[in-house]
């Protein structure tokens, strides 16, 4: 018997020309079969008796083919199928070939397999290992991402130079709808202007965003939990999306996309060859028209194109667009200084955050518009980005002694005379004259900011004797007013005030003045 077995409609019909008569020299001119592969059929339909009659497809594989496969159940070919065992990661190896595998072979087996029959049965046994999954795609739930191999060029006028770029691909596998835009490089900036312009185009974003190991997108490849990178997580955060990642060495996961990267190179790149560009967004314009095209081709053998599956199926399940797109952020994991802010290096810019967070680690975001600090997975803090230098502080920042102080620089000379009047004139003398010296102006605001705090302690009664006593010196301050209160001379004083005069002949009462 052959070694290959002959198609069932051939074997069916040299049993057909054997009944009807035909000679082994007729059947071989009318099937183009070889004399010794009909001889050997002939002689097998000679040996069963089941070809008196019609037999079925089945009768027919078991007189014909599965008595073939006893060759497979032998010693000698289970030999073979057990050195073929890791045989494909062999061959991945290299310098390692076919005929090396079976020089190894033979000298473990030397009444083994020819090296063509070898050959054979490694095909068959590698094309049985090499089965393909068909995958089901959701309309909405899924756009694949990744970069064309071919790179594209525009002339730069200035230099004369070609310049290389890269194509970003992106595609809807249920509908096949098809992104592509020319970026610069494959680094973190480009990537983001790729995603953000093909979120543009599509009109929405879909459930999860499908991208290779590229090393712009993941840091830690891995078959069950891959780590992305922080542009991914931004990414994720600002269009309500999830990313996933392809299995590493699992080119077939996004085998989709790839498709997508061939129809750009066979309708987008193809018709625009003969074109000379001479920027960046003179490709796009014209890569976005024959991109439309591309989409609105019609299926072979339909009448509906990507687009029409995805206008139907997929924009109504899209997650919405943002306003704005998405900002590149920059991270710095910062010290908070004693001053309770820390410093963005980029620009020497100093930003506030709780002073109760004095010493420790921070994670700052930030971007041209935004500064965001972040600890334990926490915000703690959020600026609006500043120009020029200086420091950025919010009030709420501030311990409150610091706010006191804060709040005293604030503070004009009529509204602290104004405070002080109200509490007595005592008081307003005591701040008229610590006002009064024009030499220390910042400081004197400070110390009559101080002394007018101290009402909110001791009270007003007690603020305002404080001041009479001060006023009784050469030189009024906050010191002074302070160590009064706060060893009760105010106190001592009212009382000797206050205590009733003692009954005496000798004193004189109020008839004698009238």
Not at 83 to 95: I, M, T
Not at 327 to 356: A, F, M
Not at 359 to 364: D, I, L, M
């Amino acid at each position: 018997m052959a070694a290959k077995p002959i198609a069932m409609e051939q074997l069916k019909q040299v049993i057909t020309l054997y009944k009807e008569g035909q000679s082994i020299k007729g059947i071989v001119r009318l099937t183009g079969l070889s004399r010794n592969t009909v001889r050997s059929y002939l002689s097998r339909i000679a040996e069963d008796s089941s070809n008196a009659s019609k037999p079925t497809d089945r009768e027919l594989a078991d007189c014909f083919y599965n008595q073939d496969t006893a060759i497979y159940k032998s010693n000698r070919y289970q030999q073979l199928i057990r050195h073929f065992e890791g045989a494909d990661r062999e061959l991945s190896r290299p310098g390692v070939t076919r005929q090396l595998l079976w020089r190894e072979y033979m000298e473990q087996h030397p009444d083994g397999y020819a090296y063509s029959q070898y050959c054979y049965h490694l095909q068959l046994f590698l094309g049985k290992k090499d089965v393909v999954m068909h995958l089901e795609y959701k309309p909405g739930e899924q756009t694949m991402i990744d970069y064309a191999g071919k790179k594209y060029h525009y002339l730069d006028v200035e230099t004369g130079e070609l310049v290389a770029c890269e194509t970003f691909v992106a595609t809807l596998p249920y509908s096949g709808l098809i992104f592509c835009e020319a970026v610069r490089s494959q680094k973190t900036a480009e990537m983001l202007a790729g995603t953000n312009e093909m979120a543009t185009y599509i009109g929405g974003v879909t459930q999860t965003i499908t991208v290779d190991n590229m090393r712009t997108a993941v840091t830690k490849s891995d078959r069950y939990e891959p780590v992305f990178t922080d542009l991914c997580y931004q990414l994720s955060e600002h269009y309500g999306t999830t990313f996933t990642a392809t299995r590493p060495g699992k080119p077939r996961d996004k085998a989709m996309v790839e498709k997508a990267v061939n129809l750009v190179y066979k309708y987008v790149y193809a018709p625009l060859r003969h074109h000379t560009f001479t920027s960046l967004a003179e490709i796009n314009h014209y890569f976005r028209i024959q991109t439309d095209l591309l989409n609105l081709r019609k299926y072979k053998g339909s009448l509906f194109s990507r687009r029409d599956l995805f206008e139907q199926h997929e924009r109504p399940l899209l997650r919405p667009l943002p306003t704005t797109p998405c900002l590149l952020k920059k991270c710095s994991i910062l010290t908070v200084q004693r001053n309770y802010h820390i410093q963005l290096r980029e620009d020497g810019l100093y930003y506030s955050v709780p002073w109760q967070y004095v010493g420790s680690k921070v994670k700052v975001w930030y971007d041209q518009k935004t500064v965001e600090v972040y600890q334990d997975h926490q915000r703690i803090a959020v600026h609006i980005r500043m120009n020029g230098r200086g420091y950025n502080t919010i009030r709420e920042h501030m311990p409150l002694n610091h706010q006191q102080a804060a709040d005293a620089r604030g503070w004009t000379k009529e509204e602290l005379l104004y405070k002080a009047t109200r509490i007595g004139t005592a008081t307003a003398g005591a701040a008229e004259s610590m006002l009064g010296n024009s030499i220390y102006m910042e400081q004197n605001y400070k110390a009559c900011f101080g002394m007018l705090m101290l009402e909110k302690r001791y009270g007003p009664l007690r603020l305002e004797a404080a001041c009479s006593l001060a006023l009784t010196g050469t030189r009024v301050n906050y010191t002074m007013i302070k160590n009064i209160l706060a060893a009760g001379i105010d106190k001592q004083v009212r009382e000797s005030v206050d205590k009733p005069l003692p009954a005496h002949d000798n004193i004189r009462g109020a008839q004698h003045y009238q």
